[in-house]
């Protein structure tokens, strides 16, 4: 049993469309992140959010724009994307602070940019 | 520059053939090395963190050892559910994870 949750599990989306993830978790924990995962690759870190802040930003395209809207939720809106862009995206949270700490990810979205 | 290799790549193994999969670091002041084990499709699962060298720590089939340059993830009398990846990450000076590529683990009934 995981308690970081995902929405949704897979989507499948064009350029031109606007769609958003979901995270959340039930750890009491004050840091979140955002991961892309490409075949065979370690996962990638996209942000960061601790507080409810950003904290980093791993030089991400415009087209990924995260929110943090309370210390349980994080989304990730997408818009424009590209071909290149599909890969499992994972969320992770973990206790805030400068560690180490470890964090605890979710099952992950298959995205499928068409 | 922090880096984090794993090897081997892959790993093939029978049933209740013991083996161990190798992580080897360079960071400046390691403060923290976590294992995890990742099913295809899934989100990685987090098994073990070591903060110094000397530490060990187990978990069932699996033990994760550390020294100043490499960990050991031993698994002993594997299962052919343990099969999966195994991925190493180091905690940075920059507070966070540098990841290594993994090692695939197949283990044949």
């Known amino acids: 049993d995981t308690e970081v949750t995902q929405t949704p599990k897979h989507l499948v989306m064009g350029m031109t469309n606007k769609k958003s993830l979901k995270c959340e978790q039930h750890?009491?924990?004050?840091?979140m992140y955002w991961y892309k995962q490409k075949a065979k690759k370690p996962p990638e870190l996209m942000f960061v959010y601790s507080y409810e802040k950003l904290s980093i930003n791993e030089s991400v395209p415009s087209r990924f724009s995260p929110e943090c809207p309370n210390s349980s939720l994080l989304n990730l809106h997408l818009h424009a994307l590209q071909p290149e862009d599909s890969a499992l995206y994972l969320c992770?949270?973990?206790?805030?602070?400068?560690?180490?700490?470890?964090?605890?990810f979710g099952p992950g979205t298959r995205l499928t940019v068409t | 520059e922090d880096q984090v290799t794993q090897s081997p790549e892959a790993l093939r193994l029978q049933e209740g053939e013991s083996s161990s999969l190798n992580c080897s670091y360079t960071v400046s002041g390691l403060r923290g090395l976590f294992w995890y084990r990742q099913d295809p499709g899934k989100g990685p699962e987090f098994l073990f963190t070591?903060?110094?060298?000397?530490e060990e720590k187990e978990k069932e089939r699996l033990k994760a050892t550390l020294t100043k340059k490499e960990s050991f993830l031993h698994i002993t009398a594997p299962k052919p559910e343990d099969s999966a990846t195994y991925l190493c990450a180091v905690w940075d000076s920059n507070y966070q994870l540098i990841w290594g590529a993994g090692t695939k683990l197949i283990i044949k009934p």
């Open positions: 750890m009491g924990h004050r840091a």
């Open positions: 070591l903060y110094s060298a000397g």
């Open positions: 992770a949270s973990s206790q805030a602070g400068t560690g180490p700490y470890e964090q605890y």
